[in-house]
């Protein structure tokens, strides 16, 4: 955004969804979340509630006037979760082994 043409002082850009694919719930990203870190206790002991609300946003305005390339929502949460355990930033409590 700082190097683009289009892009001006004031714009906004939601980076965010592509599509619906990427609107998880919060019981989407949890359980997303425990198949790709099986031996983390994702969430500890809170479930949590089911709901169908997602959040609604789109980043078709960065990727028609910035050009975007987007990830898919899994890729994102394994790229976020990875980084903030290389840089010490979270320790998970592992699942207790049955």
Do not use: H
Request: net charge positive; proline share 6%.
């Amino acid at each position: 955004m700082a190097e683009s043409d289009v892009a001006q002082n004031g714009s906004r850009y939601n980076l965010v969804a592509t599509d619906t694919s990427g609107e998880l719930t919060m019981q989407g990203m949890r359980d997303t979340l425990q198949r790709l870190y099986p031996e983390v206790a994702v969430c500890g002991d809170w479930d949590p509630p089911p709901t169908r609300n997602r959040p609604r946003a789109k980043c078709t305005k960065a990727i028609r006037e910035l050009g975007l390339q987007t990830y898919t929502s899994t890729a994102t949460l394994k790229a976020t979760v990875d980084s903030l355990l290389a840089f010490g930033l979270i320790t998970p409590k592992l699942r207790a082994k049955v």
